[in-house]
């Protein structure tokens, strides 16, 4: 009998380099509403010499986080980044519920947001807010269609499927719930 695979129970953190930990902490924590968990100040031998960066972890509701580096020195900071895309294929995209995003919204608003920092998307299986965060990395805040459950069980049975097809060079949009 074949056992099944074991997947991983949550995402723990995903990690970026920030330009300005403190413009950061302002856009996560007081305009996102990520509470900022822990901070860690570190100096560690990495790929061949002694890095000294902060490390900040703001936190998510599932008990994940976002976490952002900084690093001391000028040429740390310039080897391992930022650098962001310049694509909107290329983001980070979290869970809320309407209550949260609708906050967020606002909160963005308040703050002076505006396109194309910020913009909508209605692709019908879920409503999502884009933002872009100080350091040009896209943020997307994704409620689910009411429908989700249903939504799920019929992708995952046709998931593999879909993907041939469109390999195959079927490009027929599947989408029906926009």
Not at 38 to 61: I, K, M, N, P, Q
Not at 92 to 105: F, N, P, S, Y
Not at 141 to 147: G, K, V, Y
Request: net charge negative; hydrophobic share 35%; charged share 25%.
């Amino acid at each position: 009998m074949a056992t099944a695979l074991k997947l991983p129970s949550r995402l723990h953190h995903t990690a970026y380099v920030a330009r300005n930990l403190e413009a950061t902490r302002q856009f996560y924590e007081e305009v996102i509403g990520l509470p900022l968990i822990a901070t860690w100040c570190e100096s560690d031998e990495l790929f061949g010499a002694v890095r000294t960066y902060c490390h900040c972890f703001f936190g998510l509701a599932d008990g994940g986080a976002l976490a952002f580096f900084q690093f001391a020195e000028g040429g740390d900071q310039t080897l391992f980044g930022p650098r962001m895309p310049e694509t909107p294929f290329h983001h980070i995209a979290l869970k809320v519920d309407r209550e949260t995003q609708q906050g967020i919204e606002r909160r963005l608003e308040a703050a002076g947001y505006k396109p194309p920092r910020t913009y909508v998307l209605e692709h019908g299986y879920c409503r999502s807010v884009y933002v872009t965060d100080p350091d040009g990395m896209i943020c997307e805040f994704t409620l689910d269609d009411p429908r989700v459950e249903a939504i799920n069980r019929e992708q995952v049975g046709k998931a593999h499927a879909e993907l041939r097809r469109w390999l195959a060079g079927d490009h027929t949009s599947n989408n029906t719930y926009r």
